[in-house]
Nanobody, 125 residues
Framework: QVQLVESGGGLVQAGGSLRLSCAAS????????MGWFRQAPGQEREFVAA????????HYADSVKGRFTISRDNAKNTVYLQMNSLKPEDTAVYYC??????????????????WGQGTQVTVSA
C-alpha cells in the first residue's frame, strides 16, 4: 500500500554531514507521521526523529537533538534527515517509516506500519 525508499547513506568522517532522503509512494495521508529509525549490529532498532506531514511538527531523540534535522517536502512526498556533527556512534542502518497518527509522538519501531529497506551510514573516527 505504501512504499518507502531511502537514499543518501555513505561513509563520512566524524564531524561531517550527510543528508538522507525517503521517497514515499502509494496511499499516504496528511495526518500521517514519518519517522527515522536506526539499527546498529547487535542492537535494537531505535528512534531518531519524526515529523507530521500536515504541519511539520518535529520530535527528536535526545542523542541527536541539535545535530539532526528532519524535514519534509509534501509536493515530492519526501522526508529528509539532515545529519550534522556526526559521531562514530551514529553508525547504523537508517530506516524511514510511516504510521497513522493517533495521539502524541510514537517512538517504538513496532508502532510504525510501513518501512523502507534502509541505507547504511558509517562514521569513521
Amino acid at each position: 500500500q505504501v512504499q518507502l525508499v531511502e537514499s543518501g547513506g555513505g561513509l563520512v568522517q566524524a564531524g561531517g554531514s550527510l543528508r538522507l532522503s525517503c521517497a514515499a509512494s502509494g496511499r499516504t495521508f496528511n495526518s500521517d507521521h514519518m519517522g527515522w529509525f536506526r539499527q546498529a549490529p547487535g542492537q535494537e532498532r531505535e528512534f531518531v526523529a519524526a515529523i507530521s506531514w500536515n504541519v511539520g511538527s518535529t520530535h527528536y531523540a535526545d542523542s541527536v537533538k541539535g545535530r539532526f534535522t528532519i524535514s519534509r517536502d509534501n509536493a515530492k512526498n519526501t522526508v529528509y534527515l539532515q545529519m550534522n556533527s556526526l559521531k562514530p556512534e551514529d553508525t547504523a542502518v537508517y530506516y524511514c517509516a510511516t504510521r497513522t497518527q493517533t495521539s502524541g509522538w510514537r517512538t517504538s519501531w513496532y508502532e510504525y506500519r510501513y518501512w523502507g529497506q534502509g541505507t547504511q551510514v558509517t562514521v569513521s573516527a
